[in-house]
T-cell receptor
C-alpha cells in the first residue's frame, strides 16, 4: 500500500502563476518530510525539509508547510518560471537514524508554459 | 562540497549479462542506499547499508546483490540481468539526522 500520496499527478500552469502541490502520508513515525525537485532523467535536488509539527519553511519562491496531526504537507511555488518544469517528490523519513526508511511519493509533474 | 557520484551514468547490457553499478560519497555519511525509479512509481529501495561491511535488504531486492566495501563506496550488482531491471538507479547517502544527498542516477537498459 502506498504510504505517500501526492496530488495532483500532473499540473500545467502559465509562467508567473502560483501553484500548490499536496502530499498526504500514512508513514508512522513521521520523523521528517522533505520536498525534492527532479528534472527529467536527472537526480533529486532537495528544496526544503520539515521536521516539527506545524513547521513552515521558505526557500526563495518555494515555501512549504507540514501538519503532522493531519499527516499532510503542501509545497507552494510562487511566480513560476519555465525552469520550474520538473517532477516534485515528497519524501517522508520514518526516523532520524540509518535504520529509518525514506518513503517516496510518485511525484507531481509540473509543466510551466509561456 | 557534499557529493554522491555514480558510475556509469548510462549502461546497456544484454539479458543474462553481469553489471556493476558504483556509488561513492564524500559526505562522511555512514548510510548509503540504492533505489530504482520507474514510471508511475516512487523510488523503491533495493538495498542499503549503515557502514562498511554491512548490508540490509530493501523492498525490491530480488535479482540484486550489493556490497559496501568502505564507508565511501557502495556497489550494486546484477549478476544475471533481465529486461525487468531496465530502470533509472539512484544512490543516496544520509547521516543520522535529516541530511540526504542523491547521485545523478544511472540509466540501465537490458536488451
Amino acid at each position: 500500500k502506498t504510504q505517500v500520496e501526492q496530488s495532483p499527478q500532473s499540473l500545467v500552469v502559465r509562467q508567473g502563476e502560483n501553484c500548490v502541490l499536496q502530499c498526504n502520508y500514512s508513514v508512522t513515525p513521521d520523523n521528517h518530510l522533505r520536498w525534492f525537485k527532479q528534472d527529467t532523467g536527472k537526480g533529486l535536488v532537495s528544496l526544503t525539509v520539515l521536521v516539527h509539527e506545524n513547521d513552515k519553511t521558505s526557500n526563495g519562491r518555494y515555501s512549504a508547510t507540514l501538519d503532522k496531526d493531519a499527516k499532510h504537507s503542501t509545497l507552494h511555488i510562487t511566480a513560476t518560471l519555465l525552469d520550474d518544469t520538473a517532477t516534485y517528490i515528497c519524501v517522508v523519513g520514518d526516523r532520524g537514524s540509518a535504520l529509518g526508511r525514506l518513503h517516496f511519493g510518485a511525484g507531481t509533474q509540473l509543466i510551466v508554459i509561456p | 562540497e557534499a557529493a554522491v557520484t555514480q558510475s556509469p551514468r548510462n549502461k546497456v547490457t544484454v539479458t543474462g549479462g553481469n553489471v556493476t553499478l558504483s556509488c561513492r560519497q564524500t559526505n562522511s555519511h555512514n548510510y548509503m542506499y540504492w533505489y530504482r525509479q520507474d514510471t508511475g512509481h516512487g523510488l523503491r529501495l533495493i538495498h542499503y547499508s549503515y557502514g562498511a561491511g554491512n548490508l540490509q535488504i530493501g523492498d525490491v531486492p530480488d535479482g540484486y546483490k550489493a556490497t559496501r566495501t568502505t564507508q565511501e563506496d557502495f556497489f550494486l550488482l546484477l549478476e544475471l540481468a533481465s529486461p525487468s531491471q531496465t530502470s533509472l538507479y539512484f544512490c543516496a547517502s544520509t547521516n543520522a539526522n535529516t541530511e540526504v544527498f542523491f547521485g545523478k542516477g544511472t540509466r540501465l537498459t537490458v536488451v
